[in-house]
């Protein structure tokens, strides 16, 4: 079983709906998850971190984590052209050396 | 202003040809790590440093080396660089406590020729 895992994609989604991205992870003593945005050729930039059940809201991007199913999302409102590009989700493992984990990422395409 | 330096941008080094990739960080962070991404592929964790403690990747090959000669600067060392090789190589500093996540720098595109 993967650490961290997401449907690659691509995601569609018409401009101005809700996008609604996954992930589960393996490391039930996992505390600490993100969110990164990726876009073609660059490295990825944090957009949202969560540490605590339930929802987290900074502007148009909610996130929603669910510990006892393992469970992470990202939900990004009034979606735009702009935010065509993979998202990562990662998590930050438990223990003493607390590496952080990439999913593959799922590649989100905003249709205008 | 740029809070973790990857240099160069762009390398291109001949096949079995040791290269070394470099990494600065102004955030005085106490872990560091080395990603290796390749085309529409997570990033994968090679190894990383906690203070001067060194963290191997069990999948990591030997071919892949790495230098942590203070708490600035991180080095990836790839001894004899083969096709298989040419990626994305991704630095990242993060706190060990409080907010903890990863901070990257820009990349460095290695191409194998």
């Known amino acids: 079983q993967k650490e961290v895992e997401q449907n690659s994609g691509p995601l569609s989604v018409p401009e101005g709906a809700i996008a609604s991205l996954n992930c589960t992870y393996s490391?039930?003593?996992?505390?600490?998850f993100f969110w990164y945005r990726q876009y073609s050729g660059k490295s990825p930039e944090l957009i949202m971190f969560?540490?605590?059940?339930g929802d987290k809201e900074d502007g148009r991007f909610t996130a929603q984590l669910n510990k006892a199913s393992q469970y992470v999302s990202l939900l990004i409102r009034d979606s735009q052209p702009s935010d065509s590009a993979t998202y990562l989700c990662?998590?930050?493992?438990?223990?003493?050396?607390?590496?952080?984990?990439f999913g593959i990422g799922t590649k989100l395409q905003v249709i205008p | 202003d740029a809070m973790v330096i990857q240099n160069p941008r762009y390398q291109v080094t001949q096949f079995g040809k040791p290269v070394t990739l470099s990494c600065s960080q102004t955030?005085?962070?106490?872990?560091m790590y080395w990603y290796q991404q390749k085309s529409s592929q997570a990033p994968k964790l090679l190894f990383h440093?906690?203070?001067?403690?060194?963290?191997n990747e069990a999948d990591t090959p030997d071919n892949f080396q790495s230098r942590r000669p203070n708490t600035s600067f991180c080095f990836l060392d790839i001894r004899s660089p083969g096709l298989g090789d040419a990626a994305m190589y991704l630095c990242?500093?993060?706190?060990?406590?409080?907010?903890?996540?990863?901070?990257f720098g820009q990349g460095t595109r290695l191409t194998v020729v």
């Open positions: 990242a500093t993060s706190r060990d406590t409080g907010i903890t996540e990863a901070f």
């Open positions: 490391d039930r003593g996992s505390q600490s």
């Open positions: 969560i540490y605590s059940n």
């Open positions: 990662a998590v930050r493992s438990s223990g003493g050396y607390q590496k952080v984990t």
């Open positions: 955030l005085n962070h106490n872990v």
């Open positions: 440093y906690y203070d001067k403690d060194f963290n």
